[in-house]
C-alpha cells in the first residue's frame, strides 16, 4: 500500500520557521521526485515545489523563492520542506505527492498523495 505521511506543520508567527516532512512507503521512493503543495480555504492546490529522485534538480513555485528549500532522504524514503520567513498568505494544508515525471509542477503530474498537514501563520 502507498503511504505519504506529511508532518511538521503548527501555528507559527509571521517571519518564523516550520521544517516538514513527508514520510513515505510502498514505492520505490529513489524512483520518484517529490513534490508539495497547498491548499487554502476557498482556494485551489498549488504548486509550492518538487525535487527530482536524484537530488539534482528542483523547482520552486514563485512565491516559495528564496523562502523554502526542499531535500529529500533515499536512505530514509522521506523528503523535507524547510520554510523560513513565513508569511500569514503561507496558510495552508500543505501536501507532499510521489510523481513520475523528472520535475513535477501540476497536479496532473502526480500519481500519489499524502494526507496534509496544517500551516498557519499568524500576522
Known amino acids: 500500500e502507498v503511504q505519504l505521511q506529511a508532518s511538521g506543520g503548527g501555528f507559527v508567527q509571521a517571519g518564523g520557521s516550520l521544517k516538514l516532512s513527508c514520510a513515505t512507503s510502498g514505492f520505490t521512493f529513489d524512483e520518484y521526485a517529490i513534490g508539495w503543495f497547498r491548499q487554502a480555504p476557498g482556494k485551489e492546490r498549488e504548486g509550492v515545489s518538487s525535487i527530482d529522485f536524484s537530488r539534482g534538480s528542483t523547482y520552486y513555485a514563485d512565491s516559495a523563492k528564496g523562502r523554502f528549500t526542499i531535500s529529500r532522504d533515499n536512505s530514509m524514503d522521506t523528503a523535507y520542506l524547510q520554510m523560513n520567513d513565513l508569511k500569514p498568505e503561507d496558510t495552508a494544508v500543505y501536501y507532499c505527492?510521489?510523481?513520475?515525471?523528472?520535475?513535477?509542477?501540476?497536479?496532473?503530474?502526480?500519481?500519489?498523495w499524502g494526507q496534509g498537514t496544517q500551516v498557519t501563520v499568524s500576522a
Open positions: 505527492g510521489a510523481s513520475e515525471v523528472v520535475i513535477p509542477t501540476r497536479q496532473s503530474h502526480y500519481e500519489f
